[in-house]
Nanobody
Framework: VQLQASGGGVVQAGGSLRLSCAAS????????MGWFRQAPGKEREFVAA????????VYAAFVEGRFTISRDNAKNMVTLQMNSLKPEDTAVYYC??????????????????WGQGTQVTVSS
């Protein structure tokens, strides 16, 4: 599967952004989808993930109810709605896909496919 992330930009603290990840292929609904982010000089970290059907979602602790991950299997799309953004949310955001249920959802090494990333900058 090929992934294309979009929707990043520059926003003031407290603002919102909606990231989208478009996937190619007919088997999108068989992938667990995740969002990760990487700030300069830091390791890539987990943000959120969603199950095949969308019935299960997992979030990083720092999300604190501000972000919502969702998916539309008919459109091969996963989105990350980000509200109440903080300057520390500034990073390149990546969408990722995995087939296997084994292994933690929060570990980037357990994902098989990655998009190219979209920059999110939150100004104070």
């Amino acid at each position: 599967v090929q992934l294309q992330a979009s929707g990043g930009g520059v926003v003031q603290a407290g603002g919102s952004l909606r990231l989208s990840c478009a996937a190619s292929g007919r088997t999108f609904s068989t992938y667990i989808m995740g969002w990760f982010r990487q700030a300069p000089g830091k390791e890539r970290e987990f943000v959120a993930a969603i199950s095949w059907s969308g019935g299960t979602t997992v979030y990083a602790a720092f999300v604190e109810g501000r972000f919502t991950i969702s998916r539309d299997n008919a459109k091969n799309m996963v989105t990350l709605q980000m509200n109440s953004l903080k300057p520390e949310d500034t990073a390149v955001y990546y969408c990722a896909a995995r087939r296997s249920l084994s292994g933690g959802w929060k570990l980037p090494q357990n994902y098989d496919y990655w998009g190219q990333g979209t920059q999110v900058t939150v100004s104070s």
